[in-house]
């Protein structure tokens, strides 16, 4: 059985993930284990679960990650990708198939990460036009 | 299952992780409440206040962690509503998008140092009084209080706090970071520590530091009127004086 994992970054149903896996059971797991290496305060968690309760359809368990999986005969896990290793170790501790689905971008960069401005620069145009920034720029 | 309600939400989480202690939320969860606060934003008021503590902030960075709003729909409602005069409000979503593709890049690295220091940092731990906000600092107590009661604070605020803990206090800015990413409703480790990094000068060309004037400017004087340190403050002093002071040197406020 596959399921869809919704983790702690994907508290939004109008993401394509949860539109793409409509049929998928959707689970969300407060595991303790997991909000202890957080170390997330009780207020955190709260928020956590408002999201949550927007969202339709979401199984909430409370316990370890694994043992949920184990319990729902859950074989391969389908999720949102990031680059979060706490939500990736944690996935990766129940030793399933895991499915990762891009996330949303907010622009297209693929050159060399260095400083802030030099990023800036180069993904500004995908949303100003180069005659406004331009301005802005003679203005400075 | 989940109550119904948020009070019962809350109660629910009380009960489930006895161990958690400290303030209840006060900040609504949810898509609903998310569009409600970005349909609340005004991009220009935005541009022309947002360093003062009473500027028109967004508070959007909790929905923003939790992926309840996407970087891009925020910067697309800013843009259709005020054109270019969005352009503040695009940059600073530009900044958490940076973060997190650093992140992506470096994975666990961005919990260490990622360039070597250019001013001599500490490794105490995290102080008692500045955890008990007990410094007598009323800035300092008071954005520490923000933090435990709502786990929201000002990003002018963060940055002041960060510099205080780790160039006047010398406390190693991951212990620091660690302690901030689980108070903060929005903590996000690329955001939360990269950002840690770049007042310490691990991820930046220098140290970020400021001074007494500065931080009175932007918070209208509401801390240092009432700071039982107001007359030994030991952020009041010029730039180069405290330049000096905290690193030995006077070379990035010349």
Request: aromatic share 4%.
């Given at each position: 059985m596959k399921i869809l994992l919704v983790h702690d970054e994907m508290l939004n149903e109008a993401l394509p993930v949860f539109a793409a896996y409509r049929d998928l059971t959707r689970v969300f797991v407060l595991d303790p284990a997991y909000v202890a290496r957080e170390g997330w305060s009780l207020k955190r968690v709260q928020f956590i679960v408002d999201c949550l309760s927007e969202i339709p359809d979401v199984r909430v368990f409370h316990g370890s990650l694994a043992a949920v999986c184990d319990d729902l005969g859950a074989s391969d896990i389908v999720t949102q990708e990031t680059p979060n290793h706490a939500i990736r170790d944690w996935l990766a501790s129940t030793k399933r198939a895991i499915q990762w689905e891009a996330e949303p971008q907010f622009v297209e960069f693929s050159g060399k990460l260095s400083r802030f401005t030099a990023y800036w620069k180069s993904v500004a145009p995908q949303w100003f036009s180069e005659s406004d920034l331009r301005s802005l720029e003679s203005r400075r | 299952m989940l109550a119904p309600t948020r009070a019962a939400r809350n109660a629910q989480v009380r009960e489930l992780f006895p161990n958690l202690s400290g303030a209840d939320c006060v900040m609504e969860g949810g898509r609903s409440a998310a569009l409600r606060a970005l349909g609340r934003v005004d991009p220009v008021a935005y541009a022309r206040t947002?360093?003062?503590?009473?500027?028109?902030?967004?508070?959007?960075s909790p929905y923003f962690r939790h992926g309840v709003l996407t970087l891009a729909e925020a910067a697309e409602q800013g843009i259709k509503r005020s054109g270019f005069g969005a352009y503040k409000f695009v940059f600073e979503l530009a900044w958490r998008d940076f973060w997190r593709r650093v992140w992506a890049r470096d994975g666990k690295k961005i919990e260490q140092d990622l360039e070597r220091a250019k001013v001599p940092l500490g490794d105490a731990p995290l102080p008692d009084d500045v955890k008990n906000a007990n410094t007598e600092l009323a800035c300092m107590d008071g954005f520490v209080r923000d933090l435990v009661d709502t786990g929201y604070v000002h990003n002018h605020a963060r940055m002041w706090f960060a510099s205080y803990l780790v160039h006047?206090?010398?406390?190693?800015w991951k212990a620091a970071a660690d302690w901030y990413y689980g108070e903060l409703l929005d903590g996000d480790r690329a955001s939360n520590h990269l950002s840690w990094q770049w007042v310490a000068s691990t991820f930046s060309s220098k140290p970020y530091f400021f001074n007494r004037e500065n931080l009175e400017r932007y918070t209208e004087g509401r801390y240092c009127a009432q700071c039982p340190r107001a007359r030994a403050?030991?952020?009041?002093?010029p730039y180069p004086a405290l330049e000096k002071k905290l690193f030995g040197k006077e070379s990035f406020s010349r």
């Open positions: - | 947002r360093n003062h503590l009473d500027g028109k902030v967004t508070r959007l006047h206090r010398k406390v190693s403050c030991p952020f009041d002093a």
